[in-house]
């Protein structure tokens, strides 16, 4: 997507985060966020907005300051913080250079991408306490998936241990049309991943739906849980898709 096409869908998403935050019980758990309430959901979104709003608008690195508490009415300080990173997007080039924690090339147009997946998965970590029905648009979702596999899996080790892969594998989405080529580590001792060459043979393959294997790399939803087709090396694709792919 264009980075007008993302400013376009994060206004939907921050729009809809904030008539959870409206609506629903501030104190219901999280489902998969620890132990998180509703509340605290709302708190760490509108800070990392504005977090993001300031890399944004400087393009230099800043600190994580999530402590900011909102005033009385939750959902209107959510929405001056989502307001405020939209509007730093918005007067932003998306060419010229800002810092960013992933692969990803170091331009204004990572946050673009990079606030609407924030905000897409934790819409639905709000439905999910508030107790409501909601999916991700599979096309939000195969991006997602392409954001970590490209962007975050070569710098996992910064967070984590990296997963562990044995063989080539091929992740693909059976709904969109999307595939992504996981290589064994190399001289970085990190996986490599990058979009499938057809020619290309894998050891492993693993289809589904793109929301479901979005929402398995961000674990919020558990593997037994996903609709996917496992070919060949299961156990290796098993082990895989069972370690840590993001912060």
């Known amino acids: 997507m264009t980075p007008d096409e993302y400013l376009e869908r994060l206004r939907e998403l921050t729009t809809g985060f904030a008539r959870v935050a409206r609506t629903a019980d501030h104190a219901a758990p999280v489902p998969c966020c620890g ?16 977090w993001a ?16 508490e909102p005033g009385a009415d939750l959902a209107a300080w959510y929405g001056e913080c989502a307001d405020d990173l939209i509007e730093a997007l918005r007067e932003a080039s998306p060419q010229d250079g ?27 970590d709000a439905h999910r ?20 596999l490209l962007g975050m899996l070569p710098k996992v080790k910064r967070w984590h241990t990296p997963p562990v892969v044995t063989v080539p594998l091929l992740l693909k989405t059976c709904d969109t049309g999307h595939a992504w080529l996981i290589t064994p580590p190399g001289e970085s001792d990190v996986p490599g991943s990058r979009t499938a060459d057809p020619a290309e043979t894998a050891e492993a393959v693993v289809e589904g739906p793109a929301e479901g294997l979005d929402l398995l790399l961000w674990q919020r ?8 087709e496992i070919t060949g090396d299961v156990a290796a694709a098993e082990t895989f898709l069972a370690g840590p792919l993001t912060p």
């Not at 990803?104 to 609407?116: D, S």
């Not at 306490?129 to 970590?148: F, K, M, N, R, S």
């Not at 558990?222 to 996917?228: C, I, K, N, P, R």
């Open 98 to 124: 800002a810092w960013n924690f992933t692969a990803a090339a170091k331009t204004k147009a990572f946050w673009f991408r990079r606030q609407v997946h924030e905000t897409a998965v934790h819409l639905l």
């Open 221 to 228: 939803i558990e593997l037994d849980g996903v609709s996917l």
């Open 53 to 68: 709003a300031g890399i944004v608008r400087t393009g230099d690195p800043a600190q994580q300051i999530f402590e900011a």
């Open 35 to 50: 132990d998180w309430r509703l509340r605290d959901l709302v708190v760490h979104l509108g800070n990392v907005h504005r």
């Open 129 to 148: 306490a508030a107790g409501t029905e909601h999916t991700l648009d599979p096309a939000i979702a195969a991006d997602g998936v392409d954001e970590v």
